[in-house]
């Protein structure tokens, strides 16, 4: 099995095709093999995202955010945005879906209409573990996993970190259960108090960045287990707020592109797949 890395563009500035040009160059020559586009936030024209892509041999990863005021609101809002999503050709489509303050039964009526959606367009749809969402702790993507076994995961475990104030290592019985369901990760390292460490390469993070490790590799293994060929990885430290910053100077503690260069160099070396 191949670890396909994504870069996400969350941390810089991407208003154009100039823009885009420049960062795909950097992406491509640091050896990733697509960027992840969040498109609530992303503008450029479809047309010239895809020759910019396709010039490079990057593939693509469409990332999409359900909203409105109740229920109907988030499944037009998924139809729509999982239409133009499917535009991009990308590898797969990750969902920020639903809310944390809806019921689980409306919330499983959208995760039904995911799954209904990934078959109309034969394109994978993940759906991200964020605070904010149905499944912003294990307790409730459990409730979930269990109503809708077929459903796939993206997981930033760091959110379920911050959410139990806990490194997780107390309900690992529910972990691997869960881990049996995921297909996209976002490789960011989080802690008890927040959902991202000032730098994953310092000293004081170390066990933290062990233990993300660990679980992202059960992930891995499980991926094997299902015999996939492929598995996609976006490391994603993001800017500030995520990012600690100088109170004083307003300056970022940390070089958040490197840090997610970093990452993307450690899960290279780090995650065991068989050869």
Known sequence: MKLNFHKSLWEVECANVSDLNHHLAVIQNEGYQGTELFLPFYNIDLDATLEAHASRGLDIITGIATDGKDLQAHVASLVKQVEYASLFSPKLINCHTGRDIFSLEDN???????LELEQQYGITITHETHRFRPTFSTFGTEQIIDALPELK??????????VHESDLTDQQERLDKLFK????IHGRVGYEEG????????????????NHTQCWQKVIDNALARKQEAFTITPEFGPFPYAHRDPTTGDNLTNIWKANRFMKQHLSEKLIIPT
């Open 108 to 114: 499983l009526t959208l995760f039904k209409t995911a």
């Open 153 to 162: 995961l993206n997981l930033d475990i760091s959110h379920w970190m911050v």
């Open 181 to 184: 369901s995921v297909h996209h």
């Open 195 to 210: 959902p991202q460490v000032t730098d994953p390469q310092q000293a004081c993070w170390q066990e933290h960045l062990i």
